[in-house]
């Protein structure tokens, strides 16, 4: 264990129940009395009490956390207010062997931490707002394809097994969100679930036909049970984690041979956002669907497919056409045709402009029916252009 995290479990121990209460005694204290492990310690313990965020979300932000105040210790920084953006770096720099989208999670969280400072006012900046992140690499989510899906389907042991994993592909769960899953949330004959996901955000998810069948049979076998019960237990009878759901996954990976693919419980919930894409479902029902706070977070979620577009590409009668001569001299012909038409409007146009000639198809005002003669010699239409200077009272601008 290092110093840091026993200044941080001795600090939790020996605080008192009431947070904002020691938040505002610390505020009161002089700043050079504000260790930073003991403000880390009350973050950490501000992060376990917000019901808002996912519990996986907060141990994540709390480990980072920690692990920054180990590196300022290690260069001799156990102060909040002696933390500046070159002692940031240093950190940053210690963690060059992570992967670049590690890093940016890492300071984000240690940004999330100065920030929650700054709203107590304890220190008087965010040291890791001109840190520069790292480029992320872009890497090109897996999905799940119905056909592994099928596969990793033979290779389940149990009826539970075969549930969760419907329940991760027809319906689109997290891999934590199945352990959330009681039997009371499952409504067969109304064919949808109540499914408790990441801050505490409720969602109906429907059943398709496929995912109430492996329900049902799951669900009969299991005796069901009171409605406060887990719908997916694990061997001593509680929910099931998401640790247990991942190596359930890997399990039936490794079973079906598709061990190279990348598979993962979360390839299961892009393969069913894509799925449902490629059904014509639009990006909008999709992320109510996943229960997506943010639609454009479901554009990660929809996959094209080669095949897919191949066979859409296949449907349309230019592209679907054999290249024959035929085919060119259609397809030829057909960009002429607009070719001409175009050329004929920008003709129309430019003739207005540049010549005064007056389009057929806009009706005439009663104005522009007046006679050169009455004009003073040339015709005021909206797109006439007169000869010669016309009267200010033929124009309409005189009182009437």
């Not at 237990?233 to 991942?246: A, D």
Request: hydrophobic share 35%; net charge negative.
């Amino acid at each position: 264990m290092t110093m840091a995290l026993q200044l941080l479990t001795t600090e939790e121990q020996s605080a008192s129940d009431s947070l904002p209460a020691d938040l505002i005694a610390l505020r009161t204290t002089p700043s050079r009395q504000r260790l930073l492990a003991t403000i880390v310690a009350m973050y950490c313990r501000w992060l376990q009490e917000d019901p808002d965020r996912c519990p996986a979300t907060c141990r994540a932000y709390a480990s980072d956390t920690i692990a920054f105040v180990d590196g300022m210790a290690q260069q001799g920084i156990t102060l909040i207010e002696d933390v500046d953006t070159p002692a940031t770096e240093l950190w940053k720099h210690g963690m060059a062997g992570l992967e670049p989208s590690t890093i940016c999670r890492k300071l984000t969280a240690v940004s999330g931490f100065f920030d929650w400072a700054m709203m107590w006012q304890l220190c008087k900046g965010n040291p890791v707002d001109r840190v520069r992140r790292p480029r992320r690499k872009h890497i090109e989510a897996v999905y799940l394809t119905l056909t592994d899906f099928h596969k990793l389907m033979a290779a389940c042991r149990t009826s539970q097994e075969s549930a969760l994993l419907g329940c991760l592909f027809w319906g689109g769960l997290r891999a934590h969100e199945p352990g959330n899953l009681r039997i009371g949330d499952v409504d067969l004959e109304g064919r949808k679930m109540r499914v408790l996901g990441k801050g505490g955000r409720v969602r109906n998810v429907p059943l398709c036909l496929n995912l109430q069948q492996l329900l049902t049979e799951h669900l009969d076998i299991s005796e069901r049970g009171a409605p406060d019960e887990p719908a997916f237990r694990n061997t001593h009878g509680g929910p099931l984690s998401s640790r247990v759901v991942y190596r359930w996954f890997m399990r039936w990976v490794s079973h079906a041979g598709l061990t190279g693919r990348g598979y993962s419980p979360h390839s299961a919930r892009h393969g069913a956002g894509t799925l449902l894409g490629l059904v014509g479902f639009n990006s909008f029902e999709i992320s109510r669907y996943l229960g997506h706070e943010d639609p454009r977070t479901t554009l990660n979620y929809v996959h094209a497919s080669p095949e897919a577009l191949m066979v859409k590409l296949d449907g349309v009668e230019l592209f679907g056409t054999a290249p024959s001569e035929a085919g060119n001299d259609q397809l030829i012909t057909a960009l002429q045709d607009q070719m001409a038409h175009m050329t004929s409007v920008i003709e129309r146009m430019a003739g207005v402009i540049l010549n005064g000639t007056q389009l057929q198809s806009r009706p005439r005002h009663p104005l522009d029916q007046r006679s050169a003669e009455d004009s003073g010699g040339a015709a005021v239409a909206g797109c006439n252009l007169p000869d010669e200077k016309v009267p200010q009272e033929t124009l309409g601008c005189g009182d009437h």
